[in-house]
């Protein structure tokens, strides 16, 4: 039968490709999952020293105090967890687009174990007192050409395979993966210059702060999940993405406006005017791109919606692109000074950024570490139930955190605003809050500790043998 040959080849290219990238792509999936469950961990730690600062007050843990916590939980939550988790993606889908195996797989392996050593030097500097103030930059100042020279030797290799891709056009996925390879090296070389390195007023050091936060997320981790995104969506429900005019339109957008935000937070601070104005415009504008982009996965699904209910991979990634718009649309109404006032110095700054790493981020790469791992190792996941579980104790406790944070920071915010009162009022009045989010960890936790378990099954080849994927929809209970 000559008319299956070409099909026959294209099942055993995919299966090379899987091959040559399995051990490095699994090596970066297992690390992240160990990362995301330290860092949920220390979430819990922290969120109990805001209403409880004499939890775990012993003297062999004086490290755990909120001051050190939260800046090491947001530290392996984004570099441990959600940078390893996206690398890992990325190296499976440029594979597969560019339809070219992975070389010489131990560099990679190489420059993954180098990426850990940066963030275990990391963790435990700030443990050790040694971290800075800065958020999402706090680690020590020796930490970050370790994590820059990592990822640049991540990069050559997308970029190799980009070179060596076959014939064909360009997918939007691949746009996205080498948007995310460019920016991340340029927006964390020049935060960590401007800095760690130049000397400079600390106006300017929190200014350039505040952007590398609003460049991380719209120019680093939502390029990676869209990416994956992109990929996922189209390849489960066995139809072309609606729209390649959205789909440009969309990365084109966020690639012009991302650079361009973060700054808004300091509305009315120390700042010249046209700087939080400028980057609040651009956030406000970024809601064009962000919109193309729902519309674009939206009607993509149109009709086709009972996927999500079946489809590890689709429900996730569907919660995930939802945060995404929901991130963005509240991004740009706290680029209003009527709002804004009231996020600034507050917990509700948590909120946005648990619903941009966490709700947005995370969601996509579990749906795409569903996907791929079974592709990888050569059995399917051991539970669906075990799926179920891990999808609605995230998705609940995703949402319990940043509503619990944003309004328990706007009562907080409403508080300081009251100068005639005493300031322990403020304290008090977000202490409900912080309760109620130490909770919500509690159920994080024990969703992403059955992940990990559930991920180390498979790696190992412990999972179920046989061609029938495992599903979480009513019908399918394994």
Known sequence: MPEDKPADEDVLLRAAIDRSVRLPVLFFFTSAAAWLAVSVVLG???SMKLHSPDFLDVPW??????GRSNPAFMGALVYGWA???????????MARLCRAEVKNPITLIVAGHFWNLGVLLGVFGIFAGYGTSMEWLAFPKAVWPILLVAYSLVVVWLFTMFHRRGPGE????????????????WVYLTANVFIHVLPGSGVAKAATNAWFLGSMTYLVLAPMALASAYYFIPKILGRPVYSSYLSTLGFWGLAIVGGWTGVQKFMGGPLPAWMPAVSGAAVIFALIPVLAIAVNHHMTTLGKHDAIGTSPTMRFTAVGAAAFTFFCIFAAANAFYGLGKFTQISQTTMAFQLLAV???????????????????????????????FHFWFSTYGMIALVVLHFFGGVWQSHSYAMFDVPLENAVSAGRPYAIGSSVAWAFIIVSNVMFLYHLSLMVFRLGRK????????????A
């Open 170 to 185: 360009v997918y939007v996925s691949v746009l996205y993966i080498l948007g995310a390879c460019l920016w991340f090296p």
């Open 466 to 477: 046989g061609d029938e994927p495992a599903m979480i929809g009513h019908a399918h209970h």
């Open 358 to 388: 966490y709700g947005f981020f995370s969601m996509c790469m579990f749906g795409a570490i569903y996907f791929i791992v079974p592709r990888l190792v050569g059995c399917e996941w051991v539970s669906g139930r075990r799926i179920r």
């Open 83 to 93: 940078m390893q988790a996206g690398i890992g993606v990325c190296i499976w889908l």
């Open 61 to 66: 843990l004086y490290f755990l105090h909120y």
């Open 44 to 46: 819990f730690v922290q």
